[in-house]
């Protein structure tokens, strides 16, 4: 972090600082609102207001030769006479003087104690006189608005643009400057006047302290701005010293100003000391002039930026003329020679006062712009392209105004001249109207158009092929085309040196695509920079001036703003999707070092957002695509383990004696967790086999297959023990599988020899044997295979009988479900299957699927259904 941000003083509260800038425009409306009163009341009421009758020294009260009136002389007083008393009342300061002549008005009478220069007292009765009026042949009326023109109107117009600049910006210290600069003129032109009591000695107090004010504070602008001073941060101790004297000599001089105007007059030693303070402080106020220009002239050299160094010569510039116009019409003009002289009481006098009046707020107005502007352009731009648009709007001012007067000259003038006007000439009035309704609301509002676009045809331009392009990127499907059309229009239309676009991929922000900038992939900014939940917050353009920083800057760490340089950022814009940031880009400076206009920011916020949904879309459509090929190659894999399994099940039925085998198993998923098996053993049995995995699809198919090789394998002996069997089983798939992975199994071995049936149950389903109308469940055996390392099983062994029919099936087939939730259910089974119990197993199976398929009603299935038959032959009939 430099120096410079690491002695950055925490920013005052907003909150604070709107109080104090209420408070100031409270105090100074309130001075400029009382002096415009006091305005009126002299020039436009004048004959209500009475003359000065004498003048005298405010500390030693004695009256001065030159200013004393006729009226005073016929009342005895004299020049070097001392006032004792006013009205009757001890003479107390200059305060009570002020407010003997307010509220006085021509024939009333004023009493004067003196004390004569022989130490004599004596009494002066004066009857107050009407002023001279000093305007000649010009109106109260037109008298008080030449005064209004530089004592009101320019004034307001200082405060009304210091007050937008402190609203602008608050937080920065030069504009507060500025705002006590602005108000300055307002206590140059206008004086505490014609008021009295607190109201007086708040004017006094306000006018007084923004006299002393004004110097200070423009060499404290001087040194700031637009960058501190290398002067000032080389030697600051000069700035010290300068105020420090300032407040000495202010010590001293408020309570003369105090004595003066409320304790009868300075005492000698106050008076001395008042008179040093004010050399001291007229002395302080022309040095702190020249240091300003000083200052001033320095920066034009060494600043440290080429927008700094356009700045002071745009102020310098604007200052001079305005200002310059100012001691040209008010100060030179009425000072010379007769032939020459310019005065207000004259009709040219007037105008050209006017004149330089309007001429003079180009001070202000350059103030405010150099302070408020992030970017400020060259004098020569600012001129020719003010000067030519000033000259264009005139012309076009000239145009419509000639216009309606000819119209005006041919419609209206025969219609002045005639007692009864007719028809025509009513018709003639209401065309007239109607042009200049055509004018104001129509014409001229095109032709105002036009003209901009004229003199701004290239921000005109930039604003027409950013809106466009905001529509082209709808089309756009893929990034790299799209990211590469967005910053070359940009680049070419706004003239921007550098341009960059990051991407949000993971926890960060990666450079994606970079016009005119030195990086390369590796740039990112994370997530959680400063910059970025800044754009997140607001889903506003940040803009980076790095002369006077934005709080996110002052808290981005040092990578992010290592970074930001990389880029040379000046402006970010968020690239907003519909619910999160696709990214950002980074701007950098124009070509021509202008800042950015609201139209700028306006056109490509809507580029942005535009963008941002275009990314969102293209990343939408490239995911789908993965999707779409991933769905693609899970069906296939999933068709090749279904291929697979469908082999793992028994290819044929084998034919036995005596008896029909069938077996059959229908997957949720396409491959599932059941399993049935037929193995043929070596001394002639059959082995038949039904398994439940838990779980569904790949993962249950891969513990099938273990669960069917695991059974393979250990019947390869043509074991006897099914419970030594069983227990093999488990161990195997124990080991084979995860913790959470078992399988419910049955198997049985069937002699059809001897028909006799050895089985073990391990948690399955228990098979169903149906033998007449009695139905035998085989449940004997023990707990799931593979949950177990150990566990304990129990065989049993029964004779089948012909005509028995024996029902293996998983819990698919017994809980198969309607839509409404309700289950097939074991005793429908069972009650199917009594009915096909003549049937052959292949044509019970087929039954029993399609029971249970019309019970269902079509309702999706979540399980796997598998059932395994074996119907033994009925016996042949006794003959």
Known sequence: ????????????????????????????????????????????????????????????????KT????EARAAGLAPGDRIVALNGEPYSGLAQWATVLSESHPGDILQVDVTLPNGSSATATITLARPDYVYGRMS????????????????????????????????????????ILLTFPSVVFITPGLASGIPLFLRNLWYQTLQLAGAPVLLLFGIYFPERSRIDARARWIKWILLGLYAIAVLFLYPSIYMENYGG????????????????????????VVLYLVLTLDKLRSASTEDARRRLRVLTTGMSIGMGSLLLVFVLLPDLPPPYRFTGATTAGY???????????????????????????????LLRIGTRYALAKATLWVVQVGLIAAIGFRLLLPLLHKQEPGPSDVVGAVIFLAVILALRFGVSKRLQQWLDRQFFRE???????????????????????????????????????????????????????????????????????????????SNEPARLYRDDPDAWYLMAGTAERRALDLLNAELLLPLPGRNRLMGVMALGPKRSEAAWSRTDLQVLQTVARQTGLALEISELAHTLAAEAAQRERDKREMEIAREVQERLFPQEMPKI?????AGSCRPALGVGGDYYDIIHLEDGRLGLAVGDVSGKGISAALLMASLRASLRGVTLDNPRDFAKLMHKVNRLVYEASASNRYATFFFAAWDPRTRRLECVNAGHNPPVLLRNGEVIRLETGGPVVGLLPNAPYTEQVLTLEPGDLLILYTDGISEAMTRDDEEWGEERMIEAARKLRNKSADDILRALFAAADKFTAGAPQHDDMTLLILKLDPAPPSS
């Open 1 to 64: 972090m430099s120096p410079r941000m690491k002695r950055r003083k925490k920013p005052a509260s907003p909150n604070l600082l709107r109080f104090f800038l209420a408070l100031w425009i409270v105090a100074s409306l309130g001075y400029w609102i009382a002096g415009i009163v006091d305005l009126w009341d002299t020039r436009v009421h004048w004959d209500q207001r009475v003359d000065i009758p004498f003048r005298f020294d405010s500390d030693s009260r004695r009256i001065d």
């Open 67 to 70: 200013g004393l009136k006729p």
């Open 140 to 179: 109260p009326l037109l008298a008080f608005w030449q005064g209004f023109l530089l004592a009101g109107l320019l004034t307001l117009v200082c405060l009304l643009i210091g007050y937008w600049v402190v609203l602008t910006r608050p937080a920065d210290r030069n504009a507060w400057l500025l705002l």
């Open 265 to 288: 007059g300075d005492g000698p030693f106050l008076t001395r000391a008042s008179d040093i303070a004010s050399a001291v402080i007229n002395a302080l106020n022309l040095l702190c």
């Open 351 to 381: 105008w050209i006062r006017t004149a330089g009046a309007f001429v003079f707020m180009l001070a202000p107005l350059t103030l405010a712009y150099v302070v408020v502007v992030q970017r400020a352009l060259d004098v020569r731009v």
């Open 459 to 537: 921000a005109y331009n930039a604003e027409v092929v950013l809106n466009e392009l905001s529509d082209e990127v709808r089309r756009f499907t893929e990034t790299k085309p799209l990211l590469e059309t967005v910053s070359r229009a940009i680049c070419d239309t706004l003239h921007i040196r550098q341009l960059a676009m990051l991407l949000h991929r993971g926890d960060a922000f990666y450079l994606e695509q970079a016009v005119g900038v030195s990086a390369d992939g590796t740039l990112t900014l994370p997530a959680q920079a400063s910059s970025i939940r800044f754009l997140l917050n």
């Open 657 to 661: 004696a005596g008896a029909s085998v």
